[in-house]
C-alpha cells in the first residue's frame, strides 16, 4: 500500500510563507488523486486542496485559494505533494496531512472519505 510522509511544518509568523511536502512511496497504480487536508483540534479534518497525478487541473477550497499553491511531481518511482502557503494567518494553524487515492475522475473530490491512504500529519503553527 502507498506510504505517505509528510515535512515542512513548523512555527510561521503571521504573514510568512510556508511550504509542506509529502513523499509517496509504493504505489501501485499510475494516477492518483493526491491531496492536503488539514484538521483543527475537535474538528473533522477539512480539504485544502488536490490534485491529479497526471498534471490535471487542482482543486482548492474556497477559503484558500487566494493563498494556497498545490503541486505535484512523480521521480524515481515516488511521487511528491506540495503546499506552497502565503501570507500565513493564525487560523492555518491546523496539522495538516497528505492523503492519495487512485482515481479514474477527471477532477478530484476535496472530501476526506473520498482518500485511501494518509500521512502522518504535519503541524503549522502560526503566531502573531
Known amino acids: 500500500a502507498p506510504q505517505l510522509q509528510e515535512s515542512g511544518g513548523g512555527s510561521v509568523q503571521t504573514g510568512g510563507d510556508l511550504r509542506l511536502s509529502c513523499s509517496c512511496s509504493?504505489?501501485?497504480?499510475?494516477?492518483?488523486?493526491m491531496g492536503w487536508f488539514r484538521q483543527y483540534p475537535g474538528h473533522e479534518r477539512e480539504g485544502v486542496a488536490a490534485?491529479?497525478?497526471?498534471?490535471?487541473?487542482?482543486?482548492?477550497a474556497d477559503s484558500v485559494k487566494d493563498r494556497f499553491t498545490i503541486s505535484q511531481v512523480t521521480a524515481e518511482n515516488t511521487m511528491y505533494l506540495y503546499l506552497e502557503i502565503k501570507d500565513l494567518k493564525p487560523e492555518d494553524t491546523a496539522m495538516y496531512y497528505c492523503?492519495?487515492?487512485?482515481?479514474?475522475?477527471?477532477?478530484?473530490?476535496?472530501?476526506?472519505?473520498?482518500?485511501?491512504?494518509w500521512g502522518q500529519g504535519t503541524q503549522v503553527n502560526v503566531s502573531n
Open positions: 509504493g504505489y501501485t497504480y499510475s494516477r492518483y488523486c
Open positions: 492523503a492519495a487515492i487512485s482515481t479514474f475522475r477527471e477532477r478530484c473530490v476535496l472530501e476526506s472519505t473520498n482518500f485511501s491512504y
Open positions: 490534485i491529479p497525478t497526471d498534471g490535471g487541473v487542482p482543486t482548492y
